[in-house]
């Protein structure tokens, strides 16, 4: 396997900085493709206005969610550079990579790398197949990704939301319906995932806790609960109305909560703080019986 060894990246937007920190402080070599004026990178990034006469190991592809200038710069890269052998990762995290693959001559060579904000202080990192990627090229992603110092989550076929967001989006789709049908509060919902769900699964995850539990209690409340969740397959119309009322969040000042007299540069920079404090403390206190099990089938290898 080709080891990946320099990095172009597209796109210098607030993920596309995060990016290439990560890599350039793990001492990969690393260039930023920008026509933004005045653009400055991050320390041991090289920045660029223009496609490098040389083909870089790995494209990641980090520009805004359009998929007609996201094929445009894969056709760009064609032009440029041929046949030579490289990888191109687009940073979607919700276009259909079939569609983004069709204008490539070797579509094979798309996949897909989902990073999370803050970039460069979140470990974990989505590495997915494109349609027409094989194994290898996820490996060679996920390779790099580890000598960066992330968690590469590998998925050898595509997956629309990944695992991350499909895992978020469940949870969000029931807790904005409760919400709308005046079953509970935004409060309430973020209390019970800040001091309940949150601290319990950065310490057994998930589906391990179930074992701590007992399964015959996790059925029997599958066969209670499930049926009652909000199976309507529509997206709640709760976010939707604040957008349209120019309600979008922290740097409108106002979405769920309250933001006046705040900025959206001191807010996320405090959240990221906060959330470097906490992957710090669980990197020193993650509980170290666990790593000794391993699943009995993971229902195929992701």
């Known amino acids: 396997m080709k080891q990946i060894n320099s990095i172009?990246?597209?796109?210098?937007?607030?993920?596309?900085?995060?990016?290439?920190?990560?890599?350039?402080?793990a001492d990969i070599p690393t260039t930023v493709r920008s026509?933004?004026?005045?653009?400055?990178a991050p320390d041991g990034v090289t920045l660029v206005t223009e496609l490098p006469a040389a083909c870089p190991d790995l494209v990641i592809e980090l520009l805004p969610e359009e998929l007609e200038l996201k094929q445009a710069a894969y056709r760009e890269l064609e032009q440029a550079w041929g046949d030579a052998d490289y990888l191109i990762a687009t940073g979607t995290s919700g276009l259909d990579l079939e569609a983004l693959a069709r204008p490539l001559t070797r579509p094979e060579r798309l996949i897909a790398l989902h990073y999370f904000m803050p970039a460069d202080t979140v470990p974990l990192v989505e590495v997915m197949a494109g349609p027409a990627s094989p194994r290898e090229a996820v490996d060679r992603a996920a390779e790099?990704?580890?000598?960066?110092?992330?968690?590469?989550?590998?998925?050898?076929?595509?997956l629309i939301g990944h695992v991350v967001n499909r895992l978020q989006h469940a949870m969000l789709h029931e807790a904005y319906c409760m919400i709308a049908e005046g079953l509970c509060s935004v409060e309430d919902v973020d209390l019970a995932a800040t001091r309940m769900l949150g601290p319990r699964m950065c310490s057994t995850g998930l589906v391990l806790q179930k074992d701590l539990s007992?399964?015959?209690?996790?059925?029997?409340?599958?066969?209670?609960?499930?049926?009652?969740?909000?199976?309507?397959?529509?997206?709640?119309?709760?976010?939707?109305?604040l957008v349209a009322r120019g309600e979008s969040g922290v740097a409108a000042g106002k979405g769920f909560y309250d933001w006046s007299g705040k900025t959206a540069t001191e807010v996320r920079g405090a959240s990221a703080a906060s959330l470097a404090r906490l992957l710090e403390f669980l990197e020193a206190n993650t509980w170290p019986e666990a790593a000794a099990f391993q699943p009995r089938s993971r229902g195929g290898e992701r």
């Open 8 to 25: 172009l990246i597209l796109g210098l937007g607030v993920m596309g900085r995060g990016v290439a920190k990560g890599f350039a402080d």
């Open 214 to 241: 007992g399964l015959q209690v996790n059925r029997d409340s599958q066969r209670a609960i499930v049926p009652h969740l909000f199976h309507n397959r529509t997206p709640s119309p709760i976010v939707g109305e």
């Open 35 to 40: 026509r933004r004026a005045g653009a400055s």
């Open 144 to 158: 790099v990704l580890r000598r960066a110092g992330k968690l590469p989550l590998k998925i050898y076929r595509p």
